[in-house]
Structure formats: structure tokens, C-alpha cells
């Protein structure tokens, strides 16, 4: 396995929203995720992203991994999320929403 790559501070997301009302966001994809992954860093890991990769980029890059390289279902993403999560994604260039929570429902979408 390769060395991972480290965040640069123009490559970090954050995981809420900011006081000045900056969306967490990344390639005209905004996400707002709230809960926990318990496999986050080996999901992060296993799809190259950087160290210290939050819940919001792995869901984004889980997201367009999901758009353009695999004809698969939503649900083959969310099957490999281990947690307590809820999170709402848009994809602004496909004007696609998803909307999803843990399978318990553990963390509400409202």
C-alpha cells in the first residue's frame, strides 16, 4: 500500500455548515452529513483519500466514484458505510439529490 496523501488546506472540507454561510462542498457536489462513520479511516484509506479525510469528502468521493465509474446502486454505496449517520447530498451538474441515514435510523434526517 502507497503512503496516503495529507490534506492541503485548500483540499479541506468542513463537516458544518460555517457562520459565514459557506456550504461543505466540493466539484458543484454540496453535502451536509451529520453522525459518525466508524470505518472512515479504512474507507478513506481504500479509496486513496487524504489523512484526515472527514465524513463530508468520503461521502462526496464515495458519491462520484459512484456516478462515473460504476453503473451500481445507491444502496451498493451505503452498504459499505459502517456508523450512526444521516446526510443529504447534491450533485448540482445532474440536478440529483440523495438522501440517506444508517440502516437503524439511528440519527434522524430531521
Not at 24 to 51: H, M, R, T
Not at 85 to 103: I, N, Q
Amino acid at each position: 500500500m502507497g503512503a496516503r496523501r495529507r490534506c492541503l488546506p485548500e483540499q479541506h472540507i468542513r463537516g458544518a455548515v460555517e457562520g459565514d454561510g459557506v456550504q461543505p462542498a466540493k466539484d458543484d457536489i454540496f453535502c451536509l452529513f451529520d453522525g459518525v462513520l466508524d470505518n472512515l479511516g479504512s474507507l478513506s484509506q481504500q479509496d486513496g483519500l487524504c489523512e484526515g479525510a472527514n465524513e463530508v469528502l468520503l461521502m462526496i468521493e464515495a458519491y462520484k466514484m459512484l456516478r462515473d465509474r460504476a453503473p451500481y446502486p445507491a444502496s451498493f454505496m451505503l452498504s459499505q458505510f459502517s456508523g450512526s449517520y444521516a446526510f443529504v447530498l447534491f450533485d448540482k451538474s445532474t440536478s440529483s439529490l440523495l438522501v440517506a441515514c444508517d440502516p437503524e435510523g439511528k440519527v434522524s434526517l430531521f
